[in-house]
């Protein structure tokens, strides 16, 4: 018998996929992982870092080996990097998951992350950049989300209720 998330984050990074996955796994009583924090901890150091020493496409193989991992054994919430679901394979997997796409307009994207070094794909002209990441994420998130919870002007209590609610999910 094979294992599955409960539930499954997905969104651009800055959303609150950690803050509102670990608010999930609390009213669900499930234990909550985080690809990234996978990533981190297996590479024993920061994605950026992975970025920087060795690029994009290296830092993407390493993900989609912890996604596809984390979703084979993880029972509980999960929540993926920002850009897991630019992978075919890693789309494919989700499919019949529960997953839920965390969505935010720009400005509240910009006051989320602001200008933070740690996140390599933001670091030159945030708003431009963040823009163009979403035009060519936004159907992929789309396109594996069971629903889809606007974030904006939210506070996470509300996000996690609203998915709760969009996955016809009780808060225990």
Not at 104 to 113: G, Q, S
Not at 130 to 158: I, K
Request: include cysteine; glycine fraction near 8%.
């Amino acid at each position: 018998m094979s294992t599955v998330p409960a539930i499954v984050l997905v969104g651009p990074m800055g959303v609150g996929k950690s803050t509102v996955g670990q608010l999930l796994a609390e009213c669900l009583g499930l234990g909550y992982r985080d690809t990234d924090d996978d990533i981190v901890a297996a590479e024993g150091r920061a994605i950026a870092e992975i970025f920087v020493d060795e690029g994009e496409s290296a830092f993407r193989a390493i993900e989609k080996r912890a996604v596809a991992t984390a979703l084979a054994e993880h029972e509980g919430v999960l929540a993926l990097g920002g850009g897991a679901v630019l992978d075919a394979d890693t789309r494919a997997l989700l499919t019949g998951q529960r997953v839920v796409y965390l969505s935010m307009d720009v400005e509240e994207a910009v006051k989320r992350t602001g200008l933070n070094a740690a996140r390599p794909l933001l670091a030159v002209n945030p708003r431009k950049q963040w823009r163009e990441l979403m035009e060519a994420r936004r159907h992929l998130y789309e396109e594996v989300a069971s629903a889809v919870v606007a974030t904006d002007g939210r506070t996470p209590e509300e996000v996690t209720q609203a998915a709760l609610d969009a996955l016809e999910l009780k808060n225990a």
